[in-house]
């Protein structure tokens, strides 16, 4: 079974950064699809971004521009580099994959294993 940690949130102005990393256990991250996931309080989850287990991308269209996910196949490790943060992107940030040698899940519930998650807070 996939474990995932995410680490790398924090507290920031609008307009600052984070990057936001994802270790993966006992799967290789070149085998599976990967994502990350928020919720704000109140509001439903949204898939953020994703990147399939070679390397392609898709992204919310409120944070393309601004966000960028990746990963290191070597460390096992997912990214996302978030830049020009906006209030509006506060949130628990959660790392999720998909079963191995599966395309990516249609929508954000989808997702087979999820991490603890790590919160995001942009000040205005």
């Known amino acids: 079974q996939v474990q995932l940690v995410e680490s790398g949130g924090g507290s920031v102005q609008t307009g600052g950064s984070l990057r936001l990393s994802c270790q993966v256990s006992?799967?290789?991250?070149?085998?599976?699809?990967m994502g990350w996931v928020r919720q704000a309080p109140g509001k439903e989850r949204e898939g953020v971004a994703t990147?399939?287990?070679?390397?392609?991308?898709t992204y919310l269209d409120s944070v393309k521009a601004r966000f960028t996910i990746s990963k290191d196949n070597t460390k096992t490790t997912l990214y996302l580099q978030l830049n020009d943060l906006k209030p509006e992107d506060t949130a628990m940030y959660y790392c999720?994959?998909?079963?191995?040698?599966?395309?990516?899940?249609?929508?954000?519930?989808?997702?087979?294993?999820w991490g603890q998650g790590t919160q995001v807070t942009v000040s205005s």
């Open positions: 006992r799967y290789a991250t070149s085998s599976i699809c």
């Open positions: 990147i399939t287990h070679d390397g392609r991308t």
């Open positions: 999720a994959a998909h079963y191995p040698w599966n395309p990516c899940p249609r929508d954000v519930g989808g997702f087979s294993y």
